[in-house]
């Protein structure tokens, strides 16, 4: 299954402040951190989405619809916000949603193969050791 890479909400800002065209030390200035940390956020950043720089993490993030229209976008919970406010969600809160879907989804059809494997017609009963269920012992 390709996972997308998990950042952090405050990774999430940086990636759409750079997206807006701030520089790095506009970045931090905005979130009120340090050049240093705002840096080695871009790092983890451009680490997680195996990019070569910030511009190419960038690209990539928009790509795979990371980057929305607001700063949180890109999960389920800003899909659903889009809704409470009645607004159309992003193409980054859609993907979101989608993705969540396919991983209920995917979840729930494990759980209900489980269960059907356990009540399979012609399955012995628990308890019964290779026994017929007519048959008693004598």
């Known amino acids: ?28 200035r905005k979130e009120g951190i340090a050049v240093g940390t ?25 790509l795979i619809g990371l980057i929305g229209e607001q700063p949180d976008c890109g999960d389920r919970a800003a899909y ?3 809704l409470r406010r009645r607004e159309t969600p992003c193409l980054a809160c859609k993907a979101a949603n989608a993705r969540h879907g396919v991983e209920q989804r ?18 012995r009963p628990n308890g019964s050791r290779g026994q017929s269920s007519s048959v008693q012992p004598t």
Do not use: D, F, K
Not at 3 to 27: D, F, K, N
């Open 1 to 28: 299954m390709n996972r997308l890479p998990q950042l952090t909400p405050r990774q999430r800002r940086i990636l759409w402040l750079r997206a807006q065209g701030l520089s790095g030390p506009q970045t931090a």
């Open 38 to 62: 705002e840096h080695y956020h871009e790092q983890v950043i451009v680490t997680r989405l195996r990019a070569r720089n910030i511009v190419h993490a960038l690209h990539v993030a928009h």
């Open 80 to 82: 659903l916000r889009h």
């Open 106 to 123: 995917a979840g729930r059809l494990g759980r209900q193969e489980a269960r059907e494997a356990v009540q399979a017609p012609g399955a």
